[in-house]
């Protein structure tokens, strides 16, 4: 078998197995976190913790860090949403700008669910759902004026690919935005063995892709030529999203859900809260805010 097969066939693997993670899974996200399935933002040290209120205020922070434009001749008409959920995000989006928004999952259950909750709230026809791979998105070079990729590229292996793949969907212009988990920057020292560990554990727990740092995405943005590239850590503000996700989950409702879900669900969310908040209090864990443009001339 040549490389290219094995990579394929590999890459095939992955998808196969986010696909039914979040299959299995996403019902219950939605029990515990809502159609917002991602972190929230907080100022630290919040006395409280409205969750949905601060997702929102996640999306917004998100775009003004980004410059998107609300003036109704510069603003985005034409959206993608790589990694969509259950079309949180996208669904905002589209109603926040009045534009077209696109929406990709690897999950035809999430795929089913955002559609009917899109239509719920009138937006059958501002909102387009479907399975596809990020890697390979099913629309043409230069289609979107705004790259929405959020909490999806810590899932994916291949993150030049991934990169590129976003660079060349955005329109001559257009806004990238990635948001996603990395591990702490190694310019200074090397990850220990007791954080490989840690952040493995993790990776097993949610099927997610091997870890890489901010500095490792802003290298790839460059290497396409992509412009006014802009970097934060928003550790400190996304780290209090999972006590008040261990919150939801002790509720009668989350405790309900849990036990309905299935062992993988069950297993993986409860490990996964305790290790995240391991792992942003001792720093290995990163919450990432990147977004650059694509130049004006192709």
């Not at 399935?37 to 997702?55: E, K, L, T, V």
């Not at 669904?91 to 999430?110: D, H, M, N, V």
């Not at 992509?226 to 989950?249: G, H, T």
């Not at 490990?271 to 805010?289: D, F, P, S, T």
Request: hydrophobic residues 35%; charged residues 25%; aromatic residues 8%.
């Amino acid at each position: 078998m040549n490389c290219g097969v094995e990579v394929a066939d590999q890459q095939q693997k992955v998808n196969k197995g986010i696909a039914e993670f979040y299959d299995e899974s996403s019902g219950t996200w939605e029990d515990l976190w809502g159609d917002h399935i991602h972190h929230g933002f907080y100022d630290p040290h919040p006395h409280a913790s409205d969750h949905r209120a601060a997702q929102i205020r996640m999306i917004e922070e998100v775009l003004r860090f980004a410059s998107v434009s609300e003036d109704p001749e510069k603003k985005p008409k034409k959206i993608v949403d790589v990694g969509c959920g259950i079309e949180g995000s996208c669904t905002y989006l589209a109603r926040k700008y009045c534009a077209r928004c696109e929406g990709i999952t690897l999950s035809p259950k999430q795929v089913k669910r955002a559609q009917a909750l899109a239509a719920a709230q009138g937006l059958g026809e501002k909102v387009c759902f479907q399975v596809a791979d990020a890697l390979n998105q099913p629309f043409p070079d230069g289609e979107f004026d705004l790259v929405w990729c959020m909490e999806t590229a810590e899932h994916i292996p291949d993150k030049a690919k991934l990169v590129s793949e976003l660079a060349r969907v955005a329109a001559p212009g257009g806004r990238i935005v990635i948001v996603t988990w990395c591990h702490r920057d190694t310019q200074h020292s090397n990850l220990h063995p007791q954080e490989k560990q840690l952040l493995n554990k993790i990776r097993n727990a949610v099927c997610l892709s091997p870890w890489s740092s901010a500095s490792h995405y802003v290298n790839l943005l460059q290497s396409n030529s992509l412009q006014d590239i802009k970097v934060a850590d928003w550790s400190e503000n996304a780290a209090p999203s999972w006590p008040a996700l261990r919150k939801s989950a002790l509720s009668w409702k989350g405790i309900t859900s849990l036990l309905t879900s299935g062992w993988k669900t069950l297993s993986g969310t409860l490990a996964l809260q305790r290790m995240v908040i391991e792992g942003y209090k001792k720093g290995v864990i990163k919450y990432a805010v990147i977004t650059c443009r694509k130049s004006h001339q192709l």
